[in-house]
Protein backbone atom coordinates (compact mmCIF):
# COMPACT_ATOMS: atom_id res chain seq x y z
CA UNK A 1 0.00 0.00 0.00
CA UNK A 2 1.68 3.71 -0.77
CA UNK A 3 2.31 5.54 1.89
CA UNK A 4 -0.48 8.40 0.81
CA UNK A 5 -2.95 5.32 1.17
CA UNK A 6 -1.68 4.35 4.67
CA UNK A 7 -1.92 7.71 6.29
CA UNK A 8 -5.36 8.21 4.71
CA UNK A 9 -6.34 5.09 6.18
CA UNK A 10 -4.66 5.75 9.65
CA UNK A 11 -6.59 9.11 9.90
CA UNK A 12 -9.87 8.13 8.72
CA UNK A 13 -9.82 6.19 11.55
CA UNK A 14 -8.54 8.12 13.88
CA UNK A 15 -10.92 10.57 12.73
CA UNK A 16 -14.00 8.32 13.55
CA UNK A 17 -13.02 8.08 17.32
CA UNK A 18 -15.54 10.73 19.69
CA UNK A 19 -12.65 13.73 19.81
CA UNK A 20 -12.46 16.97 20.86
CA UNK A 21 -11.72 19.91 19.64
CA UNK A 22 -8.42 20.39 21.00
CA UNK A 23 -7.05 16.56 19.75
CA UNK A 24 -8.69 17.40 16.06
CA UNK A 25 -6.62 20.61 16.16
CA UNK A 26 -3.48 18.56 16.74
CA UNK A 27 -4.48 15.75 14.16
CA UNK A 28 -4.66 18.53 11.78
CA UNK A 29 -1.34 19.67 12.67
CA UNK A 30 0.27 15.89 12.62
CA UNK A 31 -1.03 16.35 9.43
CA UNK A 32 -0.56 19.79 7.43
CA UNK A 33 1.89 22.32 9.45
CA UNK A 34 5.12 22.40 8.50
CA UNK A 35 6.53 18.71 8.84
CA UNK A 36 2.75 17.37 8.63
CA UNK A 37 2.59 13.72 7.06
CA UNK A 38 0.93 15.34 4.06
CA UNK A 39 3.06 18.52 3.78
CA UNK A 40 5.89 16.22 3.83
CA UNK A 41 4.31 14.12 0.69
CA UNK A 42 4.05 17.54 -1.35
CA UNK A 43 8.09 17.64 -0.88
CA UNK A 44 8.74 14.29 -2.01
CA UNK A 45 6.54 14.87 -5.61
CA UNK A 46 10.10 15.80 -6.92
CA UNK A 47 11.66 12.73 -6.36
CA UNK A 48 8.69 10.76 -7.94
CA UNK A 49 9.76 9.01 -11.10
CA UNK A 50 8.30 10.69 -14.16
CA UNK A 51 5.70 8.21 -15.22
CA UNK A 52 4.49 8.25 -11.92
CA UNK A 53 4.41 11.59 -10.43
CA UNK A 54 0.84 12.80 -12.02
CA UNK A 55 -0.83 9.70 -10.32
CA UNK A 56 1.07 10.73 -7.17
CA UNK A 57 0.09 14.36 -7.08
CA UNK A 58 -3.31 13.84 -7.97
CA UNK A 59 -3.48 11.21 -5.04
CA UNK A 60 -2.33 13.40 -2.62
CA UNK A 61 -4.70 15.79 -3.16
CA UNK A 62 -7.56 14.22 -3.35
CA UNK A 63 -6.62 12.74 0.12
CA UNK A 64 -5.52 16.12 1.10
CA UNK A 65 -8.77 17.50 0.86
CA UNK A 66 -10.41 14.91 1.77
CA UNK A 67 -8.83 15.11 5.12
CA UNK A 68 -9.25 18.53 4.93
CA UNK A 69 -12.69 18.86 4.64
CA UNK A 70 -13.54 15.98 6.94
CA UNK A 71 -11.08 17.88 9.43
CA UNK A 72 -12.91 21.37 9.13
CA UNK A 73 -16.64 19.61 9.31
CA UNK A 74 -15.56 18.46 12.41
CA UNK A 75 -14.32 21.28 13.81
CA UNK A 76 -17.29 23.23 12.58
CA UNK A 77 -19.63 20.62 14.31
CA UNK A 78 -17.84 20.89 17.39
CA UNK A 79 -17.85 25.09 17.47
CA UNK A 80 -21.19 24.54 16.75
CA UNK A 81 -22.15 22.48 19.95
CA UNK A 82 -20.40 24.71 22.08
CA UNK A 83 -22.32 28.10 20.80
CA UNK A 84 -25.54 26.11 21.30
CA UNK A 85 -24.49 25.08 24.92
CA UNK A 86 -23.58 28.76 26.14
CA UNK A 87 -27.14 30.13 23.96
CA UNK A 88 -28.91 27.59 25.68
CA UNK A 89 -27.33 28.86 29.36
CA UNK A 90 -27.96 32.37 28.28
CA UNK A 91 -31.44 31.89 26.98
CA UNK A 92 -34.12 34.89 28.03
CA UNK A 93 -37.46 33.59 29.63
CA UNK A 94 -39.59 36.43 28.14
CA UNK A 95 -42.80 35.02 29.59
CA UNK A 96 -41.52 35.81 33.07
CA UNK A 97 -43.37 37.78 35.31
CA UNK A 98 -41.22 41.98 35.41
CA UNK A 99 -39.28 42.57 38.91
CA UNK A 100 -41.15 44.38 41.20
CA UNK A 101 -40.49 48.15 41.00
CA UNK A 102 -39.91 50.24 43.53
CA UNK A 103 -40.41 54.05 43.94
CA UNK A 104 -39.02 55.92 46.48
CA UNK A 105 -40.91 58.18 48.75
CA UNK A 106 -40.45 61.79 50.77
CA UNK A 107 -40.18 61.85 53.74
CA UNK A 108 -42.84 63.87 55.48
CA UNK A 109 -40.43 65.84 57.45
CA UNK A 110 -38.43 66.97 54.38
CA UNK A 111 -41.55 67.15 52.46
CA UNK A 112 -42.73 69.59 55.60
CA UNK A 113 -39.24 71.61 55.39
CA UNK A 114 -39.41 72.56 51.43
CA UNK A 115 -43.00 73.85 51.88
CA UNK A 116 -41.82 76.27 54.76
CA UNK A 117 -38.89 76.96 52.93
CA UNK A 118 -40.61 77.74 49.46
CA UNK A 119 -43.82 79.87 51.91
CA UNK A 120 -40.90 82.18 53.68
CA UNK A 121 -38.92 82.37 50.34
CA UNK A 122 -41.82 84.24 48.71
CA UNK A 123 -42.33 86.70 51.24
CA UNK A 124 -38.12 87.60 51.02
CA UNK A 125 -36.55 85.25 53.53
CA UNK A 126 -33.38 83.50 52.48
CA UNK A 127 -32.50 79.85 53.71
CA UNK A 128 -29.12 79.49 56.05
CA UNK A 129 -27.32 76.07 57.66
CA UNK A 130 -25.53 75.39 60.71
CA UNK A 131 -23.65 72.08 61.93
CA UNK A 132 -25.60 70.08 64.31
CA UNK A 133 -22.03 69.68 66.77
CA UNK A 134 -22.36 73.16 67.55
CA UNK A 135 -20.14 74.67 70.45
CA UNK A 136 -21.71 76.00 73.44
CA UNK A 137 -20.86 79.53 72.51
CA UNK A 138 -22.99 79.40 69.41
CA UNK A 139 -25.75 77.87 71.35
CA UNK A 140 -25.57 79.36 74.60
CA UNK A 141 -23.62 82.21 75.26
CA UNK A 142 -23.58 84.04 72.66
CA UNK A 143 -27.67 83.57 72.90
CA UNK A 144 -27.48 85.32 76.12
CA UNK A 145 -27.62 82.35 78.28
CA UNK A 146 -24.86 82.68 80.91
CA UNK A 147 -22.83 79.97 82.33
CA UNK A 148 -25.52 79.25 85.55
CA UNK A 149 -28.91 80.54 83.67
CA UNK A 150 -31.58 77.42 84.29
CA UNK A 151 -32.40 77.40 80.37
CA UNK A 152 -28.81 75.10 79.91
CA UNK A 153 -30.76 72.47 82.29
CA UNK A 154 -33.89 73.40 80.78
CA UNK A 155 -32.71 72.01 77.51
CA UNK A 156 -31.57 68.80 78.31
CA UNK A 157 -28.29 68.81 76.14
CA UNK A 158 -25.74 66.36 74.87
CA UNK A 159 -22.82 67.42 75.68
CA UNK A 160 -19.99 66.04 73.66
CA UNK A 161 -17.23 66.33 75.87
CA UNK A 162 -16.51 66.99 79.22
CA UNK A 163 -15.56 70.26 79.46
CA UNK A 164 -19.24 70.95 77.95
CA UNK A 165 -17.86 72.88 75.00
CA UNK A 166 -19.01 70.77 72.38
CA UNK A 167 -22.59 69.44 71.77
CA UNK A 168 -25.04 68.67 69.71
CA UNK A 169 -27.70 71.82 69.46
CA UNK A 170 -30.42 71.89 71.46
CA UNK A 171 -32.56 74.07 68.61
CA UNK A 172 -31.68 76.37 65.33
CA UNK A 173 -30.82 79.54 67.04
CA UNK A 174 -27.35 79.05 67.27
CA UNK A 175 -27.64 79.65 63.22
CA UNK A 176 -29.04 83.40 64.16
CA UNK A 177 -25.28 84.23 65.79
CA UNK A 178 -23.47 82.63 62.77
CA UNK A 179 -25.56 84.41 60.45
CA UNK A 180 -24.88 87.83 62.20
CA UNK A 181 -21.33 87.28 62.92
CA UNK A 182 -20.49 86.66 59.05
CA UNK A 183 -22.86 89.17 57.52
CA UNK A 184 -23.67 93.20 58.14
CA UNK A 185 -27.49 94.08 58.70
CA UNK A 186 -29.79 94.11 57.61
CA UNK A 187 -31.04 89.96 57.85
CA UNK A 188 -34.22 88.01 57.06
CA UNK A 189 -33.50 84.44 57.03
CA UNK A 190 -34.99 80.65 57.76
CA UNK A 191 -32.40 78.35 59.07
CA UNK A 192 -34.45 74.82 59.13
CA UNK A 193 -32.35 71.63 60.47
CA UNK A 194 -32.06 69.16 62.72
CA UNK A 195 -32.00 69.51 66.86
CA UNK A 196 -31.20 67.22 69.84
CA UNK A 197 -32.28 66.70 73.54
CA UNK A 198 -32.27 64.35 75.83
CA UNK A 199 -36.24 63.07 75.49
CA UNK A 200 -37.99 60.58 74.86
CA UNK A 201 -42.05 60.25 74.37
CA UNK A 202 -45.03 60.24 71.98
CA UNK A 203 -44.30 63.98 71.35
CA UNK A 204 -40.63 64.21 72.48
CA UNK A 205 -37.81 62.70 69.90
CA UNK A 206 -34.28 62.78 71.29
CA UNK A 207 -33.81 64.59 67.73
CA UNK A 208 -36.01 66.77 66.20
CA UNK A 209 -36.75 69.14 63.78
CA UNK A 210 -37.10 73.38 63.88
CA UNK A 211 -36.74 76.04 61.34
CA UNK A 212 -35.53 79.34 62.60
CA UNK A 213 -36.41 82.65 61.65
CA UNK A 214 -34.37 86.24 62.07
CA UNK A 215 -35.72 89.55 60.76
CA UNK A 216 -32.82 92.57 61.89
CA UNK A 217 -33.63 95.37 60.03
CA UNK A 218 -34.21 99.37 60.94
CA UNK A 219 -37.78 99.92 62.60
CA UNK A 220 -38.80 96.37 63.16
CA UNK A 221 -41.19 95.18 65.25
CA UNK A 222 -43.59 93.23 66.75
CA UNK A 223 -46.22 93.95 64.53
CA UNK A 224 -44.40 92.70 61.89
CA UNK A 225 -43.50 88.82 63.73
CA UNK A 226 -47.43 88.38 63.82
CA UNK A 227 -47.77 89.82 60.59
CA UNK A 228 -45.52 87.39 59.55
CA UNK A 229 -46.27 84.11 61.68
CA UNK A 230 -49.90 85.05 60.48
CA UNK A 231 -49.28 84.75 56.99
CA UNK A 232 -46.97 81.83 57.21
CA UNK A 233 -49.88 79.65 59.54
CA UNK A 234 -53.00 80.76 56.75
CA UNK A 235 -50.14 79.37 54.02
CA UNK A 236 -48.92 76.46 55.59
CA UNK A 237 -52.38 74.77 56.52
CA UNK A 238 -54.01 76.11 53.37
CA UNK A 239 -56.68 78.26 55.62
CA UNK A 240 -58.10 81.37 54.91
CA UNK A 241 -58.67 82.33 58.67
CA UNK A 242 -56.98 80.82 61.80
CA UNK A 243 -56.66 81.57 65.26
CA UNK A 244 -53.71 82.34 66.92
CA UNK A 245 -52.82 83.38 70.30
CA UNK A 246 -49.43 84.85 72.04
CA UNK A 247 -48.43 83.81 75.30
CA UNK A 248 -46.30 86.07 77.10
CA UNK A 249 -43.46 83.61 78.37
CA UNK A 250 -39.06 84.04 78.62
CA UNK A 251 -36.20 82.96 76.28
CA UNK A 252 -32.65 84.85 77.11
CA UNK A 253 -32.02 85.63 73.77
CA UNK A 254 -35.51 87.43 73.57
CA UNK A 255 -36.98 90.22 75.09
CA UNK A 256 -39.99 90.07 75.08
CA UNK A 257 -40.67 86.53 74.51
CA UNK A 258 -43.93 85.09 73.22
CA UNK A 259 -45.05 81.38 72.91
CA UNK A 260 -47.60 80.87 69.88
CA UNK A 261 -50.65 78.64 70.10
CA UNK A 262 -52.49 77.46 67.12
CA UNK A 263 -56.70 77.02 67.68
CA UNK A 264 -57.83 74.07 66.17
CA UNK A 265 -60.86 71.23 66.53
CA UNK A 266 -61.20 67.63 66.08
CA UNK A 267 -63.93 66.85 63.23
CA UNK A 268 -64.80 63.57 62.46
CA UNK A 269 -61.64 62.28 63.72
CA UNK A 270 -59.82 64.90 61.64
CA UNK A 271 -58.03 68.02 63.11
CA UNK A 272 -59.24 71.15 61.76
CA UNK A 273 -56.77 74.20 62.14
CA UNK A 274 -58.16 77.38 62.59
CA UNK A 275 -61.63 76.71 64.35
CA UNK A 276 -62.30 75.30 67.76
CA UNK A 277 -61.48 75.82 71.17
CA UNK A 278 -58.36 73.41 71.28
CA UNK A 279 -54.81 75.33 71.29
CA UNK A 280 -51.92 73.98 70.39
CA UNK A 281 -48.18 75.53 71.21
CA UNK A 282 -46.19 75.36 68.29
CA UNK A 283 -43.13 77.63 68.35
CA UNK A 284 -41.28 80.30 70.46
CA UNK A 285 -40.00 83.68 69.33
CA UNK A 286 -39.63 87.45 70.47
CA UNK A 287 -37.95 90.66 69.84
CA UNK A 288 -33.86 89.70 69.66
CA UNK A 289 -32.29 90.46 72.77
CA UNK A 290 -29.89 93.54 72.53
CA UNK A 291 -27.66 91.38 74.34
CA UNK A 292 -27.63 89.03 71.62
CA UNK A 293 -27.03 91.77 68.96
CA UNK A 294 -23.70 93.16 70.83
CA UNK A 295 -22.41 90.32 70.70
CA UNK A 296 -22.36 89.90 66.92
CA UNK A 297 -21.45 92.93 66.56
CA UNK A 298 -24.99 94.99 65.55
CA UNK A 299 -25.90 98.06 67.28
CA UNK A 300 -28.97 97.57 68.98
CA UNK A 301 -30.00 101.35 68.88
CA UNK A 302 -29.78 101.14 65.54
CA UNK A 303 -31.27 97.69 64.23
CA UNK A 304 -33.87 95.82 65.89
CA UNK A 305 -35.78 92.89 65.02
CA UNK A 306 -37.41 89.33 65.69
CA UNK A 307 -36.59 85.71 65.72
CA UNK A 308 -38.70 82.48 65.84
CA UNK A 309 -38.21 78.91 66.20
CA UNK A 310 -40.51 76.80 65.03
CA UNK A 311 -41.30 72.94 65.74
CA UNK A 312 -41.20 71.27 62.24
CA UNK A 313 -42.29 67.77 63.11
CA UNK A 314 -45.39 68.75 64.98
CA UNK A 315 -46.46 70.91 62.04
CA UNK A 316 -46.04 67.99 60.08
CA UNK A 317 -48.15 65.82 62.40
CA UNK A 318 -50.89 68.18 62.32
CA UNK A 319 -51.30 68.86 58.58
CA UNK A 320 -50.38 65.32 57.83
CA UNK A 321 -52.73 63.66 60.61
CA UNK A 322 -49.84 61.44 62.08
CA UNK A 323 -50.37 60.71 65.80
CA UNK A 324 -46.77 59.73 67.24
CA UNK A 325 -44.00 61.45 66.44
CA UNK A 326 -41.28 58.62 66.93
CA UNK A 327 -43.00 57.08 64.09
CA UNK A 328 -40.89 60.00 61.74
CA UNK A 329 -37.84 58.41 62.68
CA UNK A 330 -38.63 54.73 63.21
CA UNK A 331 -37.72 53.88 59.41
CA UNK A 332 -40.45 51.81 58.66
CA UNK A 333 -40.80 51.13 55.21
CA UNK A 334 -44.81 50.44 55.72
CA UNK A 335 -44.86 54.22 57.28
CA UNK A 336 -43.10 55.85 54.66
CA UNK A 337 -44.96 54.02 52.03
CA UNK A 338 -48.02 55.82 53.66
CA UNK A 339 -46.92 58.84 54.92
CA UNK A 340 -44.59 59.75 52.90
CA UNK A 341 -44.73 61.94 49.40
CA UNK A 342 -44.82 60.37 45.94
CA UNK A 343 -42.08 62.78 44.35
CA UNK A 344 -43.92 63.26 41.06
CA UNK A 345 -47.08 63.94 42.36
CA UNK A 346 -46.70 67.31 43.98
CA UNK A 347 -49.07 68.68 46.42
CA UNK A 348 -51.24 71.85 45.40
CA UNK A 349 -49.24 74.16 47.78
CA UNK A 350 -45.70 72.78 47.10
CA UNK A 351 -44.04 75.95 45.20
CA UNK A 352 -40.48 74.69 45.21
CA UNK A 353 -41.01 73.10 41.46
CA UNK A 354 -42.74 74.60 40.07
CA UNK A 355 -42.50 78.34 40.86
N1 LIG B 1 -34.88 78.45 70.45
C1 LIG B 1 -36.16 78.43 71.12
C2 LIG B 1 -36.49 77.00 71.50
O1 LIG B 1 -35.88 76.09 71.00
C3 LIG B 1 -37.25 78.98 70.24
C4 LIG B 1 -37.06 80.42 69.91
C5 LIG B 1 -36.39 80.80 68.80
C6 LIG B 1 -37.57 81.39 70.75
C7 LIG B 1 -36.20 82.14 68.49
C8 LIG B 1 -37.40 82.73 70.48
C9 LIG B 1 -36.74 83.11 69.36
O2 LIG B 1 -37.37 76.74 72.29
Not at 24 to 31: C, Q, R, W
Not at 69 to 98: A, R
Not at 339 to 355: C, E, I, M, W
Request: some cysteine.
Amino acid sequence: MSDIKKIKEEFLNKLSDKLDLSEINEIKSNLFGKNGLISSQFKMIGSVPDNEKKKFASDLNNVKDELQDLINSKIDELQNIEINKKLEKEKIDVTLPERNFIRGKIHPVSQTIDEISSIFSEIGFSVEEGPDVENEYNNFTALNTPDNHPARDMHDTFYLDEKKETLLRTHTSPVQIRTMMKDKPPFKIIAPGRTYRSDSDQTHSPMFHQVEGLHIDKDINMGHLKGCLNYFIKEFFEVEKIKMRFRPSHFPFTEPSAEVDIGYEIKDGKIKIGEGDQWLEILGCGMVHPNVLKNVKVDPTKFQGYAFGIGIDRLAMLKYGINDLRAFFDCDYRWLNHFGFDPLDVPTNYRGLSR
